[in-house]
């Protein structure tokens, strides 16, 4: 069965993303931080892409206005949903309104979305 994984947020930037990373730490998992780069996900497992998108950007309008400077400077600012492939069913779809296209465009955020094949050494897992 195809299905959601998760939303990583990928940020890139010239500085402050150090910062930036600190303040989304509590609400979020930090997977990798350097100067520049960064890559955060959700610390508990949404539902569907739609309840991850609004999650995420409910953590993005919560920063203090510091942290949320360093937001705006960030070169790139990334949402991306993981989808894990299978061969069945042939379709499945993931839906994202428009009300969460438009709060991406509020705080400036990218989708994107990253599709793993299947894997024939492994059983499938929902």
């Given at each position: 069965?195809?299905?959601?994984l998760?939303?990583?947020l990928?940020?890139?930037?010239?500085?402050?993303?150090?910062?930036?990373v600190?303040?989304?730490?509590?609400?979020?998992?930090?997977l990798r931080?350097?100067?520049t780069e960064?890559?955060?996900?959700?610390r508990?497992?949404p539902?569907?892409?739609?309840e991850?998108?609004?999650?995420?950007?409910?953590?993005v309008?919560?920063?203090?206005a510091?942290?949320?400077?360093?937001?705006d400077?960030?070169?790139?600012?990334?949402?991306?949903?993981?989808?894990?492939?299978?061969?069945?069913?042939?379709?499945?779809l993931?839906?994202v309104?428009?009300?969460?296209?438009?709060?991406?465009?509020?705080i400036?955020?990218?989708?994107l979305?990253?599709?793993?094949a299947?894997?024939?050494?492994?059983?499938?897992?929902?």
């Amino acid at each position: 069965m195809t299905y959601f994984l998760n939303i990583d947020l990928e940020l890139r930037g010239t500085a402050g993303v150090r910062e930036l990373v600190q303040a989304l730490e509590p609400s979020m998992l930090v997977l990798r931080v350097t100067d520049t780069e960064a890559s955060l996900e959700h610390r508990e497992q949404p539902q569907t892409v739609e309840e991850g998108l609004h999650w995420l950007v409910q953590v993005v309008e919560r920063l203090p206005a510091e942290a949320r400077k360093h937001w705006d400077a960030c070169e790139t600012r990334t949402m991306d949903v993981g989808i894990q492939a299978e061969s069945q069913p042939t379709a499945t779809l993931f839906p994202v309104s428009r009300d969460a296209m438009a709060a991406l465009l509020r705080i400036g955020a990218e989708l994107l979305f990253t599709v793993y094949a299947p894997s024939t050494d492994r059983p499938a897992t929902p």
